[in-house]
Protein backbone atom coordinates (compact mmCIF):
# COMPACT_ATOMS: atom_id res chain seq x y z
CA UNK A 1 0.00 0.00 0.00
CA UNK A 2 2.86 2.56 0.84
CA UNK A 3 4.52 0.99 -1.87
CA UNK A 4 1.62 2.31 -4.42
CA UNK A 5 1.35 5.73 -2.41
CA UNK A 6 4.68 6.17 -3.09
CA UNK A 7 4.72 5.29 -7.09
CA UNK A 8 1.23 7.78 -7.36
CA UNK A 9 3.13 10.61 -5.47
CA UNK A 10 6.43 9.86 -7.62
CA UNK A 11 4.51 10.14 -10.97
CA UNK A 12 2.79 13.28 -9.97
CA UNK A 13 5.08 15.29 -9.09
CA UNK A 14 7.03 14.03 -12.54
CA UNK A 15 3.72 15.39 -14.04
CA UNK A 16 4.18 18.49 -12.33
CA UNK A 17 7.61 19.07 -13.16
CA UNK A 18 6.88 18.53 -16.81
CA UNK A 19 4.37 20.80 -17.17
CA UNK A 20 6.44 23.59 -15.40
CA UNK A 21 9.25 22.69 -17.64
CA UNK A 22 7.00 23.17 -20.78
CA UNK A 23 5.71 26.47 -19.17
CA UNK A 24 9.14 27.97 -19.04
CA UNK A 25 9.69 26.95 -22.79
CA UNK A 26 6.81 28.71 -23.86
CA UNK A 27 7.85 31.16 -22.01
CA UNK A 28 11.38 32.17 -23.02
CA UNK A 29 10.33 31.51 -26.53
CA UNK A 30 7.62 34.40 -26.03
CA UNK A 31 10.37 36.13 -24.59
CA UNK A 32 13.04 35.34 -27.40
CA UNK A 33 9.75 36.56 -30.23
CA UNK A 34 8.97 39.72 -27.90
CA UNK A 35 12.85 40.71 -27.80
CA UNK A 36 13.50 40.72 -32.11
CA UNK A 37 10.81 43.29 -32.32
CA UNK A 38 12.19 45.76 -29.64
CA UNK A 39 13.28 48.90 -31.32
CA UNK A 40 15.36 51.52 -30.82
CA UNK A 41 13.04 54.65 -30.36
CA UNK A 42 9.75 53.07 -29.46
CA UNK A 43 7.05 54.17 -28.70
CA UNK A 44 5.77 56.93 -30.92
CA UNK A 45 2.91 58.68 -31.47
CA UNK A 46 3.89 59.39 -35.00
CA UNK A 47 5.72 58.26 -37.55
CA UNK A 48 6.38 59.64 -40.93
CA UNK A 49 9.26 58.12 -41.89
CA UNK A 50 11.09 54.91 -40.69
CA UNK A 51 14.65 54.00 -41.33
CA UNK A 52 14.79 50.38 -41.74
CA UNK A 53 18.25 48.29 -41.72
CA UNK A 54 20.88 46.77 -39.59
CA UNK A 55 23.28 48.21 -37.50
CA UNK A 56 25.14 50.46 -39.55
CA UNK A 57 20.92 52.35 -39.34
CA UNK A 58 20.34 51.63 -35.46
CA UNK A 59 23.57 53.40 -34.49
CA UNK A 60 21.90 56.53 -35.93
CA UNK A 61 20.31 59.31 -34.53
CA UNK A 62 17.94 59.71 -36.96
CA UNK A 63 15.86 62.32 -34.97
CA UNK A 64 18.94 64.65 -34.30
CA UNK A 65 20.48 64.35 -37.83
CA UNK A 66 16.78 64.77 -39.03
CA UNK A 67 15.49 67.52 -36.77
CA UNK A 68 12.64 65.69 -36.88
CA UNK A 69 10.57 64.36 -34.16
CA UNK A 70 8.85 61.88 -36.02
CA UNK A 71 11.46 59.13 -37.47
CA UNK A 72 11.30 55.44 -36.50
CA UNK A 73 14.74 53.58 -36.55
CA UNK A 74 13.99 50.35 -37.56
CA UNK A 75 17.73 49.34 -37.09
CA UNK A 76 18.30 45.52 -36.46
CA UNK A 77 22.08 45.08 -35.71
CA UNK A 78 23.34 42.02 -37.50
CA UNK A 79 20.13 41.08 -39.30
CA UNK A 80 20.37 39.82 -43.04
CA UNK A 81 17.90 41.20 -46.16
CA UNK A 82 15.56 38.77 -45.69
CA UNK A 83 15.11 38.52 -41.42
CA UNK A 84 14.61 42.61 -41.65
CA UNK A 85 11.27 41.67 -44.12
CA UNK A 86 10.12 39.64 -40.89
CA UNK A 87 9.72 43.06 -39.24
CA UNK A 88 7.46 44.99 -41.45
CA UNK A 89 4.49 44.15 -39.60
CA UNK A 90 6.06 45.82 -36.68
CA UNK A 91 8.38 48.61 -37.49
CA UNK A 92 6.08 49.63 -40.29
CA UNK A 93 2.56 48.40 -40.39
CA UNK A 94 1.58 50.06 -36.93
CA UNK A 95 2.68 53.65 -37.71
CA UNK A 96 1.48 53.83 -42.03
CA UNK A 97 4.52 56.00 -42.94
CA UNK A 98 4.75 58.06 -45.36
CA UNK A 99 8.28 56.70 -46.59
CA UNK A 100 10.68 54.18 -45.27
CA UNK A 101 13.84 54.14 -46.16
CA UNK A 102 15.75 51.01 -46.50
CA UNK A 103 19.01 48.99 -46.80
CA UNK A 104 20.87 46.33 -45.56
CA UNK A 105 23.40 43.59 -46.97
CA UNK A 106 26.72 43.79 -45.23
CA UNK A 107 25.52 40.97 -42.93
CA UNK A 108 24.07 38.80 -45.78
CA UNK A 109 28.41 38.90 -47.20
CA UNK A 110 29.73 37.84 -43.72
CA UNK A 111 27.59 34.74 -43.95
CA UNK A 112 28.72 33.77 -47.57
CA UNK A 113 24.74 34.78 -49.04
CA UNK A 114 25.65 35.59 -52.76
CA UNK A 115 24.60 38.43 -54.52
CA UNK A 116 21.98 37.29 -56.44
CA UNK A 117 20.23 36.25 -52.82
CA UNK A 118 20.71 39.85 -51.43
CA UNK A 119 19.47 41.22 -54.72
CA UNK A 120 16.53 38.96 -54.51
CA UNK A 121 15.96 39.57 -50.94
CA UNK A 122 15.98 43.38 -51.12
CA UNK A 123 13.63 43.28 -54.10
CA UNK A 124 11.19 41.41 -51.61
CA UNK A 125 11.64 43.95 -48.95
CA UNK A 126 10.91 46.84 -51.45
CA UNK A 127 7.61 45.23 -52.67
CA UNK A 128 6.16 44.34 -49.31
CA UNK A 129 6.66 47.94 -48.08
CA UNK A 130 5.09 49.32 -50.92
CA UNK A 131 2.29 46.41 -50.36
CA UNK A 132 1.58 47.90 -46.79
CA UNK A 133 0.50 51.40 -48.19
CA UNK A 134 4.25 52.82 -47.46
CA UNK A 135 6.60 54.37 -50.31
CA UNK A 136 10.21 52.59 -50.01
CA UNK A 137 13.04 54.41 -50.93
CA UNK A 138 16.40 52.42 -51.25
CA UNK A 139 19.24 53.04 -49.80
CA UNK A 140 23.01 52.06 -51.41
CA UNK A 141 24.62 49.83 -48.77
CA UNK A 142 27.51 51.01 -48.16
CA UNK A 143 31.70 49.84 -48.65
CA UNK A 144 33.62 48.02 -46.44
CA UNK A 145 36.79 49.61 -45.85
CA UNK A 146 39.87 47.60 -47.66
CA UNK A 147 37.46 45.01 -48.73
CA UNK A 148 37.70 45.22 -52.95
CA UNK A 149 35.94 41.98 -53.33
CA UNK A 150 32.79 42.71 -51.27
CA UNK A 151 32.78 46.33 -52.43
CA UNK A 152 32.83 45.04 -56.13
CA UNK A 153 29.68 42.82 -55.56
CA UNK A 154 28.38 45.74 -54.03
CA UNK A 155 28.97 47.85 -56.78
CA UNK A 156 26.49 45.04 -59.00
CA UNK A 157 24.06 44.70 -56.01
CA UNK A 158 23.20 48.59 -56.50
CA UNK A 159 23.45 48.46 -60.34
CA UNK A 160 20.73 46.28 -60.11
CA UNK A 161 19.12 47.85 -57.41
CA UNK A 162 19.14 51.04 -59.32
CA UNK A 163 17.56 48.92 -62.54
CA UNK A 164 14.94 47.34 -60.09
CA UNK A 165 13.55 50.59 -58.50
CA UNK A 166 13.76 52.16 -61.91
CA UNK A 167 11.38 49.58 -63.46
CA UNK A 168 8.75 49.80 -60.24
CA UNK A 169 8.85 53.49 -59.87
CA UNK A 170 10.48 53.36 -56.33
CA UNK A 171 13.05 56.51 -55.36
CA UNK A 172 16.94 55.29 -55.16
CA UNK A 173 19.34 57.19 -53.06
CA UNK A 174 22.69 56.83 -54.02
CA UNK A 175 25.00 57.32 -50.40
CA UNK A 176 28.90 56.59 -52.34
CA UNK A 177 29.13 60.26 -53.45
CA UNK A 178 28.17 61.36 -49.81
CA UNK A 179 30.57 59.00 -47.87
CA UNK A 180 32.35 57.20 -50.11
CA UNK A 181 35.46 57.76 -52.68
CA UNK A 182 37.02 55.92 -55.18
CA UNK A 183 35.82 52.42 -54.93
CA UNK A 184 36.10 52.62 -50.61
CA UNK A 185 34.15 54.40 -47.92
CA UNK A 186 35.84 57.69 -46.53
CA UNK A 187 38.05 57.10 -43.72
CA UNK A 188 37.00 59.55 -41.36
CA UNK A 189 33.66 58.56 -41.93
CA UNK A 190 34.05 54.21 -40.49
CA UNK A 191 35.11 53.14 -37.28
CA UNK A 192 37.85 50.77 -36.74
CA UNK A 193 36.32 47.54 -37.61
CA UNK A 194 35.89 49.27 -41.13
CA UNK A 195 32.19 48.73 -41.37
CA UNK A 196 30.12 51.07 -38.73
CA UNK A 197 30.40 54.58 -39.12
CA UNK A 198 31.50 57.26 -36.86
CA UNK A 199 28.76 59.64 -35.42
CA UNK A 200 30.30 62.26 -37.83
CA UNK A 201 28.74 60.33 -41.17
CA UNK A 202 24.91 60.40 -40.23
CA UNK A 203 24.86 64.45 -40.51
CA UNK A 204 25.77 63.21 -44.33
CA UNK A 205 24.00 60.11 -44.77
CA UNK A 206 20.60 62.84 -43.65
CA UNK A 207 21.98 65.03 -46.64
CA UNK A 208 21.66 62.23 -48.92
CA UNK A 209 18.48 61.51 -48.19
CA UNK A 210 16.40 65.29 -47.34
CA UNK A 211 15.95 65.56 -51.09
CA UNK A 212 13.40 62.95 -50.82
CA UNK A 213 12.26 63.90 -47.66
CA UNK A 214 11.43 67.48 -49.58
CA UNK A 215 9.38 65.72 -52.06
CA UNK A 216 6.61 64.22 -50.08
CA UNK A 217 6.10 66.74 -48.40
CA UNK A 218 7.29 66.56 -45.49
Not at 107 to 135: A, F, H, Q, W
Not at 141 to 157: G, V
Request: with cysteine; hydrophobic share 35%.
Amino acid sequence: MKKNFLLILSLSLNVILVAVIIYQIKFSSCAISDETVVEKENPLETANIVILGNSITYQGNWQEVLDRKDVFNGGKPGWTTEQLSWVIKNFITPYKPKLCFFTGGINDYTLGIPTERIYKNMCMVMDSIKNVGTSPVFQTPLYQRYNTKTNSELDKLNTDMEKFCAERGYDFVDLRPFLCRDGDIIDEYVQDDNTHLQPEAYPQWAKAIQPIIKKYNL
